[in-house]
Nanobody
Framework: QVQLVESGGGLVQAGGSLRLSCAASGSIFFSDSTMGWYRQAPGKQRELVASMDSAGTTNYADSVKGRFTISRDNAKNTVYLQMNSLKPEDTDVYYC??????????????WGQGTQVTVSS
């Protein structure tokens, strides 16, 4: 049983910062996993915010480049998302994702329960 538990969401004013954390537990090869943060607004598709693979290569949505930073601590099985210069349009539920690909096949993929981020104008 794998669990991804997010924390750090909340209400912040525009221009402020938040740091999300996602702690993984259970039978997961965390250091071999690509860890990602996604977000979803009601009625919209879930979209990638940022990801980091096992080699440390990062990928960011254009809308957050220069403002958000993803990092990971493999010793703690935890991935972080530092969000600076927040905008009202960043308001969403943020989900942690862990997946492992091998030769184009998804060996596993897990999702957290989500954490609400609300940015007031």
């Amino acid at each position: 049983q794998v669990q991804l538990v997010e924390s750090g969401g909340g209400l912040v004013q525009a221009g402020g910062s938040l740091r999300l954390s996602c702690a993984a537990s259970g039978s997961i090869f965390f250091s071999d996993s690509t860890m990602g943060w996604y977000r979803q607004a009601p009625g919209k598709q879930r979209e990638l915010v940022a990801s980091m693979d096992s080699a440390g290569t990062t990928n960011y949505a254009d809308s957050v480049k220069g403002r958000f930073t993803i990092s990971r601590d493999n010793a703690k099985n935890t991935v972080y998302l530092q969000m600076n210069s927040l905008k009202p349009e960043d308001t969403d539920v943020y989900y942690c994702n862990a997946r492992r690909l091998l030769s184009g096949y998804t060996l596993y993929e897990y999702w957290g329960q989500g954490t609400q981020v609300t940015v007031s104008s």
